[in-house]
């Protein structure tokens, strides 16, 4: 591998959360702050956050709708955090809202945290559960917390979780003539 920052190297998507850990209010503040400075198509900004802490409201109604293979693991994580956009005005906000979703989850390993995400979502439960305004598109779940024992996850789980991670090779990704071997 070449040169890659730890940050970036080091980071991975854990089921398995500690589920007595818990995100302080400002270790919140600094996700939410980085996803702020994330670079955004004329500086709209438009993704939008709400953050449940476990065992509140907002996580609760979170949960709620995801599916239920992920609320097994999903509910041990410190915080849930659902990640929006709007539905019309803004024509780059999905490309956008994963900057800030990018550079959230890269802060998130700089303060020792992990970050797993989860696109299968009821998005019309999560709109209604939140009462979140009309023209807002829920997008995805990000479960964050410290990582756990990965044998505390049900069985079926498990191998997934202790695997080692895999990449497709560059050659495979980049699209030009360039050697990316030298």
């Not at 940050?7 to 398995?16: D, K, N, V």
């Not at 915080?79 to 979703?101: I, K, N």
């Not at 890269?106 to 559960?129: F, I, K, N, P, S």
Request: proline share 8%; with cysteine.
């Amino acid at each position: 591998m070449t040169d890659l920052t730890p940050l970036l190297a080091f980071r991975w998507s854990p089921r398995s959360f500690d589920p007595g850990a818990e995100l302080t209010r400002p270790e919140a503040a600094t996700l939410l702050e980085a996803a702020r400075w994330a670079p955004s198509i004329d500086n709209r900004q438009p993704w939008r956050f709400a953050l449940g802490h476990r065992d509140d409201d907002t996580f609760k109604r979170i949960l709620v709708n995801l599916p239920p293979a992920d609320q097994r693991w999903a509910g041990r994580a410190s915080v849930l955090l659902l990640a929006a956009y709007p539905r019309v005005g803004h024509p780059f906000a999905t490309y956008d809202l994963g900057q800030a979703v990018a550079h959230l989850t890269v802060q998130a390993t700089a303060l020792g945290l992990h970050v797993r995400q989860v696109t299968d979502l009821d998005h019309a439960g999560l709109a209604a559960d939140l009462d979140l305004p009309d023209n807002l598109q829920p997008y995805v779940v990000m479960a964050v917390g410290q990582l756990g024992d990965p044998l505390s996850l049900p069985a079926d789980l498990v191998a997934d979780e202790t695997a080692l991670r895999h990449r497709r090779p560059l050659d495979e990704l980049v699209l030009s003539c360039v050697d990316m071997k030298q």
